[in-house]
Nanobody
């Protein structure tokens, strides 16, 4: 049984930083891992992902500010978010595809809220 549990969300002022963590059980993080977010009234969007081959993807809106990484020994992956903006506010979800490629995400955490105030 796959379980992904996010933590690290919270409220921060603009220009601040947060680090989100996703602890995995039952899912090998050698597979693709990713972070998504959903703002109120908007669709869920992929923010960052990391394939099993080591290739990364970042949404244009977060390039240069967010970094995805993982610690295999801890079965944990992270999203370091710097220079946060109010438009980064939303519910952040970690996810996995079950394969090395980042295609269809089928495993999800429960979400952690990030609120950035101006």
């Amino acid at each position: 049984q796959v379980r992904l549990v996010e933590s690290g969300g919270g409220s921060v002022q603009a220009a601040g930083s947060l680090r989100l963590s996703c602890v995995s059980s039952g899912y090998s993080i050698r597979n693709c891992v990713g972070w998504f977010r959903q703002a109120p009234g908007k669709e869920r969007e992929r923010v960052a992902s990391l394939t099993g081959y080591g290739d990364t993807y970042y949404a244009d809106s977060v390039k240069g500010r967010f970094t995805i990484s993982k610690a295999d020994a801890k079965n944990t992956f992270y999203l370091q978010m710097n220079s946060l903006k109010p438009e980064d506010t939303g519910m952040y979800y970690c996810g996995g595809t079950g394969s090395w490629a980042c295609g269809n995400f089928i495993y999800w955490g429960q979400g952690t809220q990030v609120t950035v105030s101006s």
